[in-house]
């Protein structure tokens, strides 16, 4: 088995490969943020932009570190924005939602690279990943997107170690998902709609709780956090005035997972049966290296 050096060389090279110019999908999370790390090393920090991508499903407050990640590195950033929940392929919310995300996503990105003397676009997918249905891979594997990590065979563990190594001030941040992974496939999103998930997670964040979801279905909202910290969430003092204040929100029943954060035990999210285990599309496997 590979060390943490002999990976981190690993992927160095595997960007050093690609060009000598990079954009990096940079949403402010840990694998982005290492990717962008290590394109600065391979290539020099001039050589690379790190381009965080606003939209309605973006959580608020998550630009600042993306800008703070980059500027640590001295890479330059730049902010676009996206309308992938103007789509109505995306806002009917199947399960092909995020493909229509990351299409958009990634058309944006390659316009940019163009203009940039043909720079490659790179993402964080991580091994992680391939677990699980994700749609946004198969996006990125039609628009040419590399991810070094998965390509490598790095998983999440190997991300956070070398993160760390890096001095990354990411390497402990708590996993981040878009807004619209919280509605139950089916369920129509809407820019309000995420608006109120996103102030009734800070509602809970605000208590002293890092990882939290809010996930909504139909009237209810139902309150993930880390399984470990469940107790302490319901002997919280101020838990009624913030259970209270989602209400206020739109939500009619507002409740405590008793399971928690299904990240933390692995277990899986409710999700449509047609979702397969795979991320690739029939007869379009995603790339990693052997």
């Not at 939602?97 to 940039?116: G, Q």
């Not at 470990?228 to 838990?239: G, S, V």
């Not at 954060?261 to 379009?284: D, I, K, L, M, N």
Request: with cysteine.
């Amino acid at each position: 088995m590979r060390g943490a050096t002999a990976v981190r060389v690993a992927v160095e090279r595997r960007i050093s490969s690609y060009g000598v110019r990079a954009i990096v999908a940079h949403s402010g999370g840990v694998d982005s943020s290492l990717v962008l790390a290590l394109a600065a090393r391979a290539l020099g920090a001039p050589c690379v932009t790190a381009v965080t991508a606003l939209s309605p499903s973006y959580p608020a407050g998550e630009l600042e570190l993306a800008r703070s990640v980059a500027d640590d590195l001295g890479v330059a950033h730049r902010v676009v924005r996206t309308h992938e929940v103007d789509r109505e392929a995306y806002a009917r919310n199947d399960e092909m939602r995020c493909y229509h995300c990351k299409a958009e996503l990634y058309a944006t990105l390659e316009t940019i690279a163009a203009s940039a003397d043909g720079a490659v676009v790179m993402a964080g997918a991580i091994v992680d990943d391939l677990d699980d249905f994700r749609p946004g891979l198969w996006a990125g594997q039609r628009a040419g997107i590399r991810n070094p990590l998965l390509e490598e065979r790095v998983g999440k563990a190997l991300v956070r170690e070398l993160a760390r190594g890096l001095d990354l001030r990411v390497a402990e941040k708590p996993a981040l998902a878009c807004l619209s992974s919280r509605v139950r496939t089916g369920i129509r999103i809407t820019p309000e709609l995420l608006r109120r998930i996103d102030a009734a997670e800070h509602e809970i964040r605000a208590l002293g709780f890092d990882q939290v979801r809010v996930r909504h279905d139909a009237d209810g909202a139902r309150i993930e956090v880390l399984p470990a910290e469940i107790e302490r969430l319901r002997a919280h003092p101020q838990l009624s005035w913030a259970m209270a204040a989602i209400g206020d929100l739109g939500w009619s029943r507002v409740r405590i997972d008793p399971e928690g954060y299904p990240g933390a035990t692995g277990r899986v999210p409710e999700a449509p049966a047609s979702q397969a285990r795979s991320s690739g599309a029939p007869g379009e496997p995603i790339p990693t290296s052997t």
